[in-house]
């Protein structure tokens, strides 16, 4: 039974590594790591132009928090708050709610946080509270939070007020205030005081455990459970989910709770484990909340994706610091830090930009257009046409086209001068303007929607050609290799399947049965493993001598392809040694291309059964 369950699971789990669904995961991933590599090397550069080495820069910056002698507790709480930023930003995300309250909710765990601690210890030193009042101090800031958060959620349910303006006007009010309340009950309008140390030199465990640990629930509630799969179709597609009997309204109340508690709780960890304080000296509220959302949207509002992403985003933002206080950097700027981590957050949210340029299709196209002559002179062809199609608008929008139309407003305009009969005029003159301006409106109209359609013909033109090229040349004996893989494959894994349900039934059976039944029920549940089995072991051997012919075909079908470029060449050579004009040699030449081009993808013909 461990083998058929071993074999099953390899099997499923090769057939989800093919599937759509992981591919477009995987390009997520792919667009996720482009972006923040070139929000890196855009960050070097603009180091080299300050005459600073950008690449020691970098590379200092990633090892320094880590490097002894520094602590890499620091490091570690601000991992921390930023995968619990990004956890609650990509919750509302999911669902289109686009809370900005970040910040009112980590100021609002602060604001009742100070109250609290005034009301037990009657005073501005909290040096000596007990260490047990930790838990009760994270308690009250994540509630105080949540209320917080829940506030935009209830607003926009009630009355149709948008999170966005909501959770912005709360952030302002919340700032305002905290500041009230430290002037009147601390006396301070400069920085509020220190917060006491809780959980001791401990906390950096307690912070980063509780991120994980809400990374992880979150993920598990959303992929196994019907709350999960609900909130799902929230966020999919909200009025279908209302038909369906869900209480939307309930899920954005609720979602922006869950926020208000992860993102306060990402407050709590930054004010008492990195600042101990608020500087309340000037108008200029703390951004705290909006950090996470450039963590969420590059990792695509996904939960797992959120933590290689903070990891990122907290060991450049720590390093950077860091980095900036050595003595062969200490010539930058001190606004050098901000500046540089807002460069690498800039580019990193350019992924929606990378996901349209499909960078591999268009060098793909470049490349054909260079083996494939035909190929060239029929996309030359639709260019030929769009930038016709675009002259003729052009000629259009400055009034060169509908000479006759114009000469005739013109004439009527001249003839207002004149006549007598104006309203007749001006009414035939008003009508001759409406219709040229129609026509004018028209044509354009239909020039855009030519060159529209011709783009979608030349986009189908290149797929369909990159789609005929792959699955005839010698790429497409791979895609003959998975064809035989699946169709051998998939239905014994249904046989195996059915079998594994008939043991199950067995097994059933076997907890009540008696002494007489239980032989036999043992039996038959030995002969269908025994058959389950057999059926793996076919299937292991019919995909072992698959892949060996592959592997002989592949090397045939390169040595095929050698040959054939190697007579390409030669045929080449002896055009060059010919004493013929340049148009025979390019005549000539753009038919060897076509020979060879014709001959590559003839591959999966004549190798493609041997697999």
Not at 309 to 328: E, F, H, R, Y
Not at 468 to 492: C, D, H, Q, R
Request: charged share 20%; glycine share 6%; with cysteine.
């Amino acid at each position: 039974m461990k083998k058929i369950n071993q074999w099953k699971f390899k099997t499923k789990s090769i057939a989800y590594i093919k599937s759509t669904t992981f591919k477009t995961k995987t390009s997520y991933v792919k667009v996720s790591f482009i972006s923040i590599i070139l929000g890196l090397l855009c960050g070097i550069i603009f180091l080299y132009c300050f005459g600073m080495n950008g690449f020691g820069f970098i590379f200092s910056s990633i090892i320094k928090p880590f490097a002894s002698p520094v602590e890499p507790e620091g490091t570690i709480i601000l991992l921390a708050v930023f995968i619990l930023l990004g956890l609650g930003l990509a919750l509302g995300f999911r669902i289109k709610l686009f809370n900005m309250g970040g910040s009112g909710q980590a100021i609002g765990g602060l604001l009742i946080t100070y109250l609290f601690l005034n009301a037990i210890t009657g005073g501005a030193d909290f040096s000596n509270l007990p260490a047990g009042y930790g838990i009760l101090l994270f308690l009250i800031f994540i509630v105080s939070g949540a209320i917080v958060s829940s506030l935009t959620g209830i607003l926009k349910v009630l009355f149709n007020i948008h999170e966005v303006a909501t959770s912005i006007v709360i952030n302002w009010i919340l700032w305002y205030l905290l500041k009230y309340v430290l002037f009147i009950k601390f006396d301070t309008q400069l920085n509020s005081p220190n917060l006491p140390e809780v959980f001791g030199s401990q906390l950096w465990v307690f912070a980063i455990v509780f991120a994980i640990a809400s990374i992880i629930i979150v993920f598990v509630v959303c992929e196994t459970t019907t709350v999960g799969y609900k909130y799902k179709v929230v966020g999919m597609q909200s009025t279908a989910a209302k038909y369906a009997g869900i209480k939307t309204n309930t899920f954005i109340i609720g979602v922006t709770a869950l926020q208000g508690v992860f993102i306060s709780a990402a407050g709590f960890f930054y004010y008492f484990g990195l600042k101990s304080n608020i500087s309340v000296a000037n108008d200029i509220m703390p951004l705290l909340g909006f950090d996470g959302i450039p963590i969420a949207l590059v990792a695509f509002n996904n939960f797992l994706g959120i933590i290689p992403i903070a990891i990122l985003w907290a060991v450049l933002k720590d390093g950077i610091q860091l980095t900036m206080n050595s003595p062969q950097y200490m010539g930058l700027p001190s606004e050098t830090s901000d500046l540089l981590f807002g460069i690498i957050i800039l580019f990193s949210t350019m992924y929606l930009l990378l996901m349209k340029i499909n960078v591999t299709n268009y060098i793909c196209t470049i490349i054909h257009k260079f083996k494939n002559p035909n190929f060239k002179s029929e996309i030359q062809i639709i260019n030929s046409k769009i930038r016709k199609l675009k002259k003729q608008k052009h000629f259009i929008l400055q009034n060169k086209e509908f000479n006759s139309e114009k000469t005739k407003i013109k004439e009527l305009k001249s003839n207002l001068k004149t006549t007598t009969d104006v309203e007749k005029l001006k009414e035939e003159l008003s009508n001759l303007i409406y219709e040229y301006n129609e026509a004018k409106t028209f044509k354009i109209s239909k020039i855009k929607n030519e060159i529209k359609d011709l783009k979608m013909e030349k986009k189908s033109l290149i797929n369909k050609t990159l789609e005929a090229y792959n699955k005839n040349s010698i790429n497409g004996l791979k895609k003959v290799y998975e064809g035989k893989y699946s169709s051998t494959t998939f239905p014994i894994l249904d046989q195996v399947v059915l079998i594994e349900s008939e043991i199950q039934n067995i097994n059933e059976e076997l907890k009540n049965a008696t002494n007489e039944n239980f032989e036999k029920l043992l039996k038959e549940k030995n002969k269908l493993e025994e058959k389950a089995n057999s059926l793996i072991q076919k299937q292991e051997l019919q995909i072992k001598e698959f892949k060996n012919n592959f592997a002989l075909t592949k090397q045939e079908a390169k040595k095929y392809l050698k040959d054939i470029k190697q007579n390409y060449k030669i045929e080449i050579k002896k055009l060059e040694s010919k004493s013929a004009s340049k148009t025979f040699r390019k005549l000539k030449i753009k038919k060897l291309k076509i020979d060879l081009i014709e001959k590559q993808m003839e591959v999966v013909k004549l190798y493609g059964s041997n697999i």
